[in-house]
């Protein structure tokens, strides 16, 4: 089907529960200090203590912060957790399951190497699964590539591997099926963008001279609230929030983001986990779920 690119009839129509013009998904990326680590092993350094500190803010403050903004508002999130974090804070990762938050796939240590193999993506698919059900208790549904980077093959593994959807493009504000292949699997993509990531308007680093922002939050919920307002005004679309523990869970961002989601449950946004939104784009579009 084709649709025209005028920014309000440019999705496939689907039609969210409740009559909700636009389907919200707070994501987590819980790296903790791997994001840091794999960020200047891709660069051929490595981090120092500043840094190494920062990241392990997330699962010793930070996390509880933002786990308690969600209990106070009665929403369910979606953590993408990295199979070595799993190895390194389990008490914290367990945390997330028992509050009845979703846990997807992102990655082993969070490496975001260019130019690997397919054996190599499979592998560490495999470890990263294990991880992650052994404390679920079953393989997640969900992944998310490492900086948000994938393969030519990462689509067709996850189709043979059971998920139901990515979270990793960057190309549509609505969610949609990947092109069909051997595989004979629906695999739903929810992507997001860069302007509704905290990473963009927080991370400040003197070791890398091209990140350093610091936004002051009214700014950062002035563009999160415009952007949730447009698309919701559109209809059929999703928002995509990409949030980190280290990140968003300072004391007054967290605060903050507790005003995004009062803000997101009057315009009338259905917030919902990324699974439950991926089932329900596969119903609406007659996939196998």
Not at 50 to 76: F, I, M, N, W
Not at 274 to 289: K, N
Request: hydrophobic share 40%; aromatic share 10%.
């Amino acid at each position: 089907m084709q649709f025209e690119a005028d920014g309000k009839t440019n999705g496939p129509g689907i039609r969210w529960p409740g009559g909700a013009r636009v389907a919200v998904m707070l994501t987590f990326d819980f790296d903790a200090e791997f994001l840091r680590i794999s960020r200047a092993e891709s660069k051929g350094t490595k981090i120092g203590f500043t840094d190494q500190s920062r990241g392990e803010y997330g699962p010793h403050t930070g996390l509880a912060r933002c786990l308690q903004v969600l209990e106070a508002h009665g929403v369910k999130a979606t953590f993408f957790v990295p199979g070595a974090v799993v190895e390194r804070y389990p008490e914290q990762v367990k945390r997330i399951h028992a509050a009845g938050h979703e846990l997807a796939a992102h990655g082993y240590l969070h490496a975001s190497r260019r130019g690997i193999s397919e054996e190599e993506e499979q592998a560490i698919l495999e470890k990263s699964e294990a991880l992650l059900e052994s404390v679920t208790g079953k393989k997640p549904v969900g992944h998310r590539g490492p900086e948000s980077i994938i393969h030519p093959f990462t689509p067709k593994l996850l189709r043979q591997r059971g998920y139901l959807y990515s979270s990793s493009m960057k190309d549509r504000d609505w969610a949609y099926l990947w092109p069909q292949d051997e595989t004979g699997r629906a695999l739903v993509e929810l992507p997001g963008d860069v302007m509704l990531d905290d990473f963009t308007y927080y991370y400040f680093t003197f070791s890398d001279p091209a990140v350093r922002s610091m936004y002051p939050n009214r700014q950062v919920l002035a563009d999160w609230c415009a952007e949730l307002d447009a698309l919701a005004q559109e209809g059929d679309k999703i928002f995509v929030l990409k949030l980190h523990p280290q990140m968003i869970g300072r004391s007054s961002r967290a605060a903050m983001l507790g005003d995004f989601i009062a803000h997101a449950k009057s315009r009338g946004a259905w917030i919902a986990t990324c699974e439950e939104v991926a089932r329900h784009v596969l119903e609406w579009e007659g996939g196998d779920a």
